[in-house]
């Protein structure tokens, strides 16, 4: 199974910036995804970028955030600008390793806190 492992998280000011990154123990054939948990809420979708770096990025971050990746270093990254304090939240990335449409593993996460 790949391993994943999530670096970057921090408190910010809102208005700030921060840039994630997730790097996976061997290359990755598909989709790498952010989602995000804040407390007491579900697990939300907010990235996904496929092996030629066709992204996808949810509505609620969008004009915000930027994913990319790096098949390279087999590491995504999420750039986060324009933080708010609503993206306080624990950002776990996760693949598509074999690119047969199934999510096969999680990150621990990153905690990102940002305050007002």
């Known amino acids: 199974q790949v391993q994943l492992r999530e670096s970057g998280g921090g408190l910010v000011q809102a208005g700030g910036s921060l840039r994630l990154a997730c790097v996976a123990s061997?290359?990755?054939?598909?989709?790498m995804a952010w989602y995000r948990q804040a407390p007491g809420k579900q697990r939300e979708l907010v990235a996904t970028?496929?092996?030629?770096?066709?992204?996808y990025v949810a509505d609620s971050v969008k004009g915000r955030f930027t994913i990319s990746r790096d098949n390279v270093k087999n590491t995504v990254y999420l750039q986060m600008n324009s933080l708010k304090p609503e993206d306080t939240a624990v950002y776990c990335c996760?693949?598509?390793?074999w690119g047969i449409g199934t999510y096969d593993s999680w990150g621990p996460g990153t905690q990102v806190t940002v305050s007002s």
């Open positions: 996760t693949t598509d390793s």
């Open positions: 061997r290359s990755i054939k598909g989709i």
């Open positions: 970028v496929t092996s030629d770096n066709d992204a």
